[in-house]
C-alpha cells in the first residue's frame, strides 16, 4: 500500500525464519505476462572511467574504436493490470523469466536480472544475458579532424550475422560521444535519434542473414 512517499508491501503468506537465517522469498508470481525478447547491438566498447577529457575525446582518432561481439538479450513488459496478473507496484529486486519448451511441455528458465522500484503503469526493460547466435562486429572505416580542430568526420561499418533459423530484428545503438554538435551526413539505413547522442538502427535479418551498417557523422566545434 502507498504510505507517504513510500510503498509498504504485505508478503501474501507467512515466512518461518531459523535463527540467523536468511531467506530469499517469492513477492510476486506472475503467468502470460507478454515479454518481447528485443535484441540490442551495443558494439562501442567505450570505457568512460579512464579520465578521458572531452578534447581528449574529441581528438584522439582511437578513442571509441574498440568493439564487443555480444548482442543483448532484452526482456520488456508493461507493469498493468491484464498483463498476467501484474499492475501491482513492484519493489526493487530480482525478476527471473521462465518459458513452457513447446517439446516436452517443461517449464524452463531463461534470464534474470534485478529491476528498480517500478510504478503500476510503468514500462520495464531488463538485461537476461547474450545472444548465442547473433553476433556484431564493428569497424571504424574512417577519421578525419581538420587543421583547426574544430572539426571532424568519422565512419563506421556494424556488421550483424544472425544464425538462428527465423527472422530477428536487431537494434543497433551508437553513442555519438566526440561531440553534442554532429550530423549523420551518409547512412545505409533509416535511424532515430533516442537521445542528445545516442542514434539507434533497427536492422531486420532473415536466417543465417548477414547484414553490414554503415554510416558517417560528421562534428562541429566552432
Known sequence: KAFDEFHLYSLPRPVTLRDRETKQVEFLRATGVKAPTLYVYDGAAV????????????????YGTQSNSKVWVMREFENKKGNGGLGLPLPKGRTRFYRQDSADGRLEFTGENTIDHTAQGETVRIYTGDSFDLVGERKRTAFSLNNRQD????????????????AVEIRVVE????????????????????????IEFRVK??????????????????
Open 175 to 198: 553513442r555519438l560521444y566526440r561531440g553534442v554538435n554532429w550530423q549523420v551526413v551518409q547512412h545505409s539505413e533509416p535511424f532515430t535519434q533516442e537521445e542528445a547522442q545516442r
Open 205 to 222: 535479418l532473415a536466417p543465417d542473414e548477414e547484414k553490414t551498417v554503415t554510416y558517417r557523422v560528421r562534428y562541429d566545434w566552432k
Open 47 to 62: 570505457a568512460a572511467d579512464l579520465g578521458w577529457n572531452e578534447q581528449m575525446i574529441r581528438e584522439n582518432p582511437d
Open 151 to 166: 572539426q571532424a568526420e568519422e565512419a563506421f561499418a556494424i556488421t550483424l550475422r544472425n544464425r538462428k533459423k527465423e
